[in-house]
């Protein structure tokens, strides 16, 4: 999977090594609940959640990055194209340890995320969902150049539906 640099990060594919910092993040009960995909704040949760992102990547050939600062080397969250089953559309998400959260990185990977879906998966549509109540990610998908396409049941929930088509010309 490619390694990308923006301005700011580093998108790496996330790695075994990546899981101190990770259950870290996860086990902000505030972090974790703004996720669609239902993950714990338990060390165990987080393993499972750190395993799917690698494991997607091995059956898909790509997944979530971790989300590194450039300056300091600093884990910072996750972030990146993801198509796991029922999913409906190929997607992009991105989660932060809150100490990050404020800072833009979630638009700066998560636009990184949307052109690397255009540009190297040919992608026609690029999706997000995203929890009722979940405001900073709303945000983000605005800034990202989404625009909310509907609301649907996702994982027993009813969730947001932000996305964009491949720009023309």
Not at 3 to 29: H, I
Request: glycine share 12%; hydrophobic share 40%; proline share 4%.
């Amino acid at each position: 999977m490619t390694v990308l640099e923006t301005e700011r990060l580093v998108l790496r594919p996330l790695t075994g090594d990546d899981f101190a910092d990770y259950a870290a993040m996860l086990a902000d009960p505030e972090v974790a609940g703004g996720l669609a995909e239902s993950v714990g704040t338990s060390a165990a949760d987080a393993w499972r959640s750190l395993a799917t992102f690698i494991g997607h990547r091995e059956i898909r050939g790509f997944s979530h990055w971790a989300v590194v600062e450039k300056a300091t080397g600093r884990f910072a969250g996750r972030a990146g194209p993801w198509r796991p089953h029922g999913f409906p559309g190929l997607g992009v998400g991105w989660c932060l340890a809150r100490e990050h959260w404020g800072k833009g990185y979630a638009s700066e990977a998560g636009r990184a995320a949307v052109a690397y879906c255009f540009d190297r998966l040919g992608a026609d549509e690029v999706v997000s969902v995203i929890l009722h109540g979940n405001l900073r990610s709303i945000a983000v998908a605005e800034r990202i150049g989404h625009r909310h396409l509907r609301d649907i049941e996702y994982r027993n929930q009813t969730v947001h539906l932000y996305g964009q088509q491949r720009p023309t010309g």
